[in-house]
């Protein structure tokens, strides 16, 4: 089949789209003749507050887990100390635990969204935009091999300075 | 006022200055509407839809550097999916109801009287996958070039370009076909 379309092209050029009926024009004049909202990026909190939550308790893991698996190594050493004869096959579950240690952290960005323009305040134009990461925390042993992955969702909602030209 | 002088910011400056917002609106609103209606569920759906990019526009980025033409393209888009998932909380009550409703007409009748082929090729269009369906209108309405359809879609240009010559060719291909 050719794949010359200039006749259909031309045919379809001929059709009108329909015209904007009156209605939207006038619910347009209104919304234009409203001084524009002007949300402070403290009215904002709604689509900040979450995400900022889940990173700051994401933060907060990641701190820990060196003290959490220190924790757990020292309890292993102690009852190593105890009881020499003891091997790390019948060690406790927390001993076990305790020998995965975190070895990487990855983020991936996977989601990029420019949400517009927003006022920072009354005079203030700037773009917001949001990013979609996936963050991966892997834990091993480095003696048994056994590794833990933990993925979680995070997004960060930054804004760029507009001026205008 | 051809799209060529929306890709040109100074003459659109100059231009929007000089004419009322409603000019440049009923003379570019059609085919963003057409443009709005491949991505909403009806017809109410894409007026929202460009009257939420339009004002946005209007106010804060047509001053701003680039082409607003593709700013406005994106900013309707980015509207419509806004929309689409707002919208689907909807009940199944409201889908049926919309699903009932009359089509509406995506272009004007035809004044020579061929207004049957007009409804043959809108609904030939109509038809087709809405990953063709909105690189035709954009092609053919919008003026857009496949780079910039691309930009639009999130996809490199060569694609758009395919799915221009599949929607093109099912197209012929239905309006050639005898009538059922």
Not at chain 1, 129 to 137: A, E, G, K, N, P
Request: proline letters at 7%; glycine letters at 4%.
């Amino acid at each position: 089949m050719s794949d010359d379309f200039t006749d259909l092209e031309h045919e379809l050029q001929q059709l009108r789209p329909r015209a904007v009926p009156a209605p939207l024009v006038g619910r347009v004049a209104k919304d234009l003749a409203e001084p524009p909202r002007r949300r402070g990026i403290l009215a904002e909190w709604r689509t900040w507050i979450l995400p900022a939550a889940a990173a700051a308790v994401l933060a907060v893991t990641v701190t820990s887990i060196p003290f959490i698996v220190r924790e757990g190594a020292i309890t292993q050493e102690t009852v190593a100390a105890r009881a020499p004869s003891d091997s790390a096959g019948t060690a406790s579950p927390s001993a076990q635990a305790a020998r995965l240690h975190p070895v990487r952290a990855t983020n991936v960005l996977y989601d990029a969204v420019d949400e517009g323009i927003v006022y920072l305040d009354a005079d203030t134009p700037a773009q917001r935009m949001r990013l979609s990461y996936l963050d991966t925390i892997t834990w091993e042993n480095p003696r048994g091999g056994e590794s833990l992955q933990w993925t979680v969702p995070r997004e960060e909602i930054f804004f760029v300075p507009v001026t205008a030209n | 006022m051809h799209r060529d002088d929306l890709n040109d910011g100074s003459r659109m400056e100059e231009s929007s200055d000089h004419e009322p917002w409603t000019q440049w609106l009923r003379q570019h609103g059609p085919r963003l509407l057409l443009l709005a209606r491949q991505w909403t569920r009806s017809a109410a759906d894409a007026e929202d839809v460009v009257q939420d990019a339009f004002v946005r526009f209007w106010r804060h980025q047509r001053k701003l550097p680039g082409s607003p033409f593709a700013l406005l393209v994106t900013s309707v888009r980015r509207a419509a999916i806004d929309l689409g998932r707002r919208e689907s909380r909807r009940t199944a009550r409201e889908e049926a109801a919309l699903a009932g409703e009359p089509a509406e007409a995506w272009f004007e009748p035809e004044m020579d009287g061929n207004d049957e082929r007009r409804a043959a090729l809108e609904a030939a269009i109509r038809a087709l996958p809405e990953a063709q369906r909105e690189v035709i209108v954009m092609k053919i309405w919008n003026e857009m070039t496949f780079e910039e359809i691309g930009r639009a879609l999130d996809c490199p240009a060569n694609t758009a370009a395919s799915r221009y010559r599949y929607a093109m060719a099912a197209l012929r291909r239905e309006l050639n076909a005898p009538v059922r």
